[in-house]
């Protein structure tokens, strides 16, 4: 049984951790701590932890030099340096902020992130840590960064397309929406539940944070630069990031009109019909291509043909559920996936990224069915 | 005072043509059909009209026969033979169905609504009702196409960037979410409560019947052929309509990285950079076009530069909120739109053409200001 | 046409003043004052008012300075000394805070909100702005206190009882929950939205300030004090104060089961039967009271026998909505009011208190019909 | 390992049981019946069990004779006569309706649910499946009636009064809430999504089924007949029952102003005042007594002094949280309790029956943490 420690445990991603890890087989004790409720309970901050789970809330020096494996759930910048102690103890440093996001290219992390790494050398010892991309290299590491929430959602979803070559050129867009959470734990206007319920919001259009990392992973599984937009919204819903990403096939006549034959084409030729059959078979067919890339993880669902992802399917689960589409012309691949942004998007990715280092059943605590209802 | 009859008044577009028009000045009287409640009474469907509304729910006929001015609410194929009378006696038939969308393309409105125009004579008197786009004809027609939610939304956001030719060729991508008021009144598994609360699901993705539509405006207000594509999502709200809309803009270096002078450019120059100070200057511009094309039109509000549209803004209204947003590469215009579906997508635009044909003022009945809280 | 100032238009209550005020037809002009936002302008904290209302927000002094007839928005004991130089002008002061509620008992006053009276000579102006209660004295007073939410919606449903000596001695049990905007529009860990949807939270339980103010309109009514308890819960909503009030009837049997005749009373003869016929009769014959009671009302709506209110069918408007029902023993009354709190319990009232001291027509301006969907 | 059969599997009830039980050690096998789905699929209709459950819907009479216990989750009345083979066959019958909870009292069952017992010899075989109240009877019987989800709340919030003999003479008030799970999964216009979002709705105000079952549970409880009223309201959320109980204590003076020494009395002495030290202390001991008296039940949670129950707490738990309050007179005591009205309200509950009837561990397969965002 091993101790593990979460620094920053009391905001949503460290609240999640605590209460996933809680009921982890393998986990014997967890050692937390917080910036904002130092001294205090977790079980005063959370309530809902009454009877499951009772611990004071340490600095977070004492819990990295008091666990087996560490959590960051700081915000980027502030947790970089817990890194530190733990690869001079050898123990694996979980960091769910953007600090070991960009591996060596620091020029990008600065650009976005208004700072420069502060020990660089440490990505000697890091690793983009979504699993279904490296998940030997997450078995070596030393310290894991976690991935954004959007992050996962698009990566998962394109994949595929991008390391079997199934694209044209030309621009991917990532459209997505996330739940509240996603916002943190702390009160502002824009998570003030008169503001942001019965809305849908887009934020940071063409500038969120989250670009660059999408951009980074698309470009590793594709082998070369892919060119994509992103536009985050804010949904009125506790959990969940939904990616409706839209990428344009390797296919000739990419944004013509198909025409069945006998179609009767009225005075405007160009005027779009609904998808034939021809181009229902196809996107069968590509939704076989995915299945069969994904067949022997854990935890993505590539959703039987005729099925849609949706948040609700997955809320409270560590899946990530993938549904592939055609536009109406066949040309255009529209891929939608959905995940809980506090599970595969954050703290179940993690814990599964430990059970990964950590050599144990990778599914081990994050094995919950999803929540329909 | 005259005399308005709406025909099918207990569906949710009908009902919010009901509240809308008891307060509007120059409607005398209203009578009011229902299939489902015929003989019963209005107030009793909706008791928030109590003492409000008194009506009894008439058969269609009688309605047409006795009012000046006559809204169709009902689905697709079912009213349009109403509109025969209307022409007899030459009074405005104003339809909230696609029935008329389409003018003289049967083919398409075939292709995707799966039946013929039953009187394809009645062409001759209609016009589709964006006033933003068919105002003076709007007043002349006996028949009016009220559009429809989504389109509405894509269509204001895009017109200014086609008809003044400032796009590439390309595909452009409406990614749209409305509210579940937007699926009608009657019960179905996917509008029950547990099923679309704290969840966003796509569907229809690459099928949705207003395809045609968006695709029909968009080609009418560029004069060319404009592929597209359009996914609806179903958001767990209200009302509202949001549409982010990506379209390829007109200038060299489409999706290609954008660098600053002396930007480090690290190991991987192909990375995404947040937007230059020239890329939001040209942003600024972009956003002056939309506000120049909008300047008197009563119900498009083009937000000023960093603001974003939400449905929040124009809850209740008749308002379609347009924000102007590029992508970090300032090659890729993202147009942002906000309607309420229920009023400038369904019974606020139906009374906005009402008005411009009986000549009364544009904004009378629908000048409420928007609820955002 | 007046000028009319508001203090405190930027909290919920301001701004909902100024929304609604915008569409008054006698407000000719608004002077708006912020503590927050000095300076800034009412359009940017609220981007719905865009094309709608465009204004500076002053100092308050300048404010009251400058108006004809002055809302004040501001908590509890921060805007009682504007009073005095709007009494000194000889123009209305509507005091949206409790400072004003309690009259000459400032005993009371200083027990529930910790600080004495600061212009006790004040109350000589003052009334209780409840328009149904006082509405004579209202059109007199130059200082009128505006209800709380709470206390407006749990007063309209006994008053009736009340004034009629219909209960028996025992404690009236209030049971209310308010939408969150009834929280402000500061946000607070209680308001963030992910704390505070998908749940039903009560609050000071036994100790919220509306229990004296509550008393107080009881006692009033009755013209004795009655004992009573009041426990409000926080809803995942925006709008509405539902409020369900249990009252013991002034008729023998109290509590006691209520047999049919040639009732099977089974081995437990005293089960709870469903209600009989004859117990039917007697709620619709209290309910005819209550609409006898109210009949001349504008805002109050006693519904039909058999409906049950609820927020939906009054939201956005200054309704209240009241239903009478019994329980099955026919001994307990239970009246179930609906109001908005935004408006019948803050802005809408406190414009009727307008209109009633301006002699103005009483509904002018805050006559919108509800909004059910 | 075990087989366990479920009747009617495609309800909430039933689908809840089946997320519940897939993760359950001691469950082999689920054999899983549907009256509307019978020859399809559980994964089908519950798309978020993909991957974890896949299983065909068999008819009622072969999943029950396949299992060595059965759970029915159909509607009253419909499964009643599965229990016969069930009784055959000496295994466990655990029926979620109401059809054995009124034990041998089948006039109260008749009143209220219009129909005789079926089959009233099977109640010899039947305990109320109550774990807190029956836990022995339960470990020994072959029919729990597993109760329904309003009962258990306020059961479980009043049972230490009532056996302890705390209250005086006089009416107990149950006040709930119910999130919309409660109404099922069949679409309805009551669980339109536009039309239960956003507004609280009470119903069967007098009349509503739970009130003989509440009753019945306080009377046993009490040893003699305790009067009642009970009011359920549906609240826009998913899930979560919140009941607030009010029962006037044993003590003297209740219902009267409780006035501290010094208080200056004003002109209104019997107005209220917040609650004394000596209130607050009466409060924090009366607490103590429910926290003794639960001390060794491993779902009931008494909250620390000074926190209140809120639905969000015990979300997805089988907890039952209670928290004890007085009124500003310290004569009424309000309990609030909250159950997530699936797990503790239905399927959870079920599910501590049959581990106590199959002598399980009392938590095995029911102990997951809230999830409190």
Redesign the interface.
């Known amino acids: 049984m091993f101790t593990v420690g979460i620094i920053g445990a009391t905001g949503?991603a460290g609240?999640e951790l605590v209460?996933l890890l809680?009921?982890h087989p393998e986990v014997g004790r967890m050692l937390l701590s917080s910036t904002s409720f130092e001294g205090g309970r977790i079980e005063t901050v959370?309530?809902?932890?009454?009877?499951?789970?009772s611990a004071e809330l340490l600095a977070p020096d004492s819990v990295v030099a008091g666990s087996d494996v560490v959590f960051s759930a700081l915000p980027h910048g502030v947790g970089e340096k817990f890194a530190v102690p733990c690869i001079g103890r050898k123990i694996p440093f979980i960091d769910l902020s953007a600090d070991f996001r960009f591996d060596?290219?620091?020029?990008?992390f600065s650009?976005?992130y208004g700072k420069p790494f502060e020990h660089a050398e440490l990505r000697a010892h890091s690793v983009y840590g979504l699993p279904e991309m490296n998940r030997e290299r997450i078995g070596k590491a030393l310290i894991i960064a976690n991935p954004g929430c959007y992050p996962t959602g698009a990566s998962l979803g394109l994949y595929p397309a991008l390391k079997l070559g199934l694209l044209a050129e030309?621009?991917v867009?990532v459209?997505a929406?996330s739940?509240?959470?996603g916002a943190g734990?702390s009160?502002?206007?824009t998570?003030?539940?008169?503001?942001?319920?019965?809305?849908?919001?887009?934020?940071k259009?063409?500038?969120h944070r989250h670009?660059?990392e999408i951009?980074?992973n698309f470009?590793i599984m594709a082998g070369k630069?892919v060119?994509?937009?992103f536009?985050p919204?804010l949904?009125?819903?506790?959990?969940?990031i939904?990616s409706?990403i839209?990428a344009?096939l390797a296919s000739p006549g990419?944004?013509?009109?198909s025409l069945d034959a006998g179609?009767?084409?009225?005075?405007?030729p160009?005027?779009?019909?609904?998808?034939t059959k021809a181009i229902e078979a196809k996107?069968a067919d590509l939704r076989e291509r995915w299945t069969d890339f994904y067949k022997d993880e854990p935890f993505v669902?590539v959703?039987?043909y005729g099925?849609?992802?949706?948040?609700?399917?997955?809320?409270?689960?560590n899946?990530c559920?993938i549904?592939i589409?055609?536009?109406?012309?066949g040309t255009?691949l529209?891929v939608?996936t959905a995940i809980d942004n506090?599970i595969k998007g954050a703290a179940g990715q993690a814990i599964q990224n430990m059970n990964i280092v950590m050599g144990f059943g990778e599914s081990v605590g994050i094995?919950?069915?999803?929540?329909?209802?």
């Not at 099925?307 to 689960?317: E, I, K, M, Y």
């Not at 589409?325 to 012309?329: E, F, N, P």
């Not at 094995?367 to 209802?373: E, L, N, Q, R, T």
């Open positions: 949503y609240g209460r809680s009921s959370y309530p809902n932890l009454l009877k499951r789970v060596d290219d620091e020029a990008t650009a976005w030309g621009m867009i459209d929406a739940g509240v959470t734990r009160p502002s206007q998570t003030h539940y008169p503001d942001c319920t019965d809305s849908l919001a887009p934020y259009v063409g500038g670009v660059p951009a980074r470009s630069p060119p994509m937009v536009t919204h949904a009125p819903m506790n959990r969940g939904l409706t839209y344009p990419n944004g013509k009109v179609q009767s084409n009225g005075p405007n160009a005027a779009p019909r609904p998808a996107a669902r959703l039987p099925q849609t992802a949706t948040t609700r399917n997955v809320r409270l689960s899946y559920d549904s589409h055609l536009d109406q012309t255009m529209i939608v506090m094995d919950a069915v999803p929540v329909a209802f």
